[in-house]
């Protein structure tokens, strides 16, 4: 599947007021992972090729992940038929110990037009769901300070 010619993309940032290590440590502990009505299960370590199974009402997802930097960047990518979806995230050092979370959305392969409603939707929802993350990890991080 070629995932270059993306048929919908979206990208967005959040500024987090915690360290780049601590947000990553964060965010790939899955059980920080709080959308409900979704539940994720992560299949072994969080590394290239470990699978994460999400439930929702009716609707079972098996994720991949892939390119793991760790501590700066994984991507998680959503197998779809013919298509697939990924959540490109990445964490860069910004100053005075802050950190900037980038997620950016990608929808690609033959199929992808199928799916392309749903993915503009998890544009629209995405941006708060970022903000929400950022806001546990800096509870988090204030916990412990």
């Given at each position: ?47 290239d ?43 860069e ?53």
């Amino acid at each position: 599947m070629n995932l270059v010619d993306a048929a919908w993309e979206f990208e967005h940032s959040v500024e987090c007021d915690a360290l780049r290590d601590f947000c990553w440590s964060y965010w790939t502990n899955i059980a920080n992972w709080d959308d409900p009505p979704a539940k994720f299960r992560l299949e072994g370590p969080f590394e290239d090729g470990s699978r994460i199974t999400t439930e929702l009402p009716g609707q079972t997802l098996v994720s991949v992940i892939r390119d793991v930097r760790a501590g700066r960047a994984a991507t998680i990518e959503v197998n779809l038929p013919n298509a697939a979806f990924c959540f490109y995230w990445s964490f860069e050092d910004l100053e005075a110990e802050r950190t900037l979370i980038s997620q950016r959305l990608v929808l690609s392969g033959e199929d992808a037009a199928i799916f392309l409603d749903q993915a503009k939707v998890m544009g629209e929802t995405g941006p708060e769901g970022v903000k929400k993350l950022v806001a546990a990890m800096e509870r988090a991080r204030s916990l412990i300070s």
